[in-house]
Nanobody
Framework: QIQLVESGGGTVEVGGSLRLSCAAS????????MAWFRQAPGKEREGIVT???????SYADSVKGRFTAYKDNAENTLDLQMNSLSREDTAMYYC????????????????????WGQGTQVTVSS
């Protein structure tokens, strides 16, 4: 059974940092593209970074230069280092896995990511 479990969320002040982690089990993360999404109250789920099987990444403009994704295929984990956080980063953060091996859907192709974790809440306060 494929399972994704996110952790590391919490409350942080504006300008602070957090590191999220996604632990995957039940499949080989080395064969599938993974991604981080987030959803703020009243807004659609937004893709923020994809990380391909070769480790290459693609970031949304909203987080580029502030967030960095790390994938460890040996440990089956996907981390997200978030720096210079602002109130606009407040959201539930989800990791997800693409539905086809060796293909990395664009961040806008949310429906092509079919396996999701339960999410971890990030709140940025001033």
């Amino acid at each position: 059974q494929i399972q994704l479990v996110e952790s590391g969320g919490g409350t942080v002040e504006v300008g602070g940092s957090l590191r999220l982690s996604c632990a995957a089990s039940g499949y080989d993360t080395g064969r599938y593209c993974m991604a981080w999404f987030r959803q703020a109250p009243g807004k659609e789920r937004e893709g923020i970074v994809t990380i391909d099987t070769d480790g290459s990444t693609s970031y949304a403009d909203s987080v580029k230069g502030r967030f960095t994704a790390y994938k460890d295929n040996a440990e089956n984990t996907l981390d997200l280092q978030m720096n210079s956080l602002s109130r606009e980063d407040t959201a539930m953060y989800y990791c997800a896995v693409a539905n086809v091996m060796y293909w990395c859907p664009d961040l806008r192709r949310r429906d092509d990511y079919t396996i999701w974790g339960q999410g971890t809440q990030v709140t940025v306060s001033s």
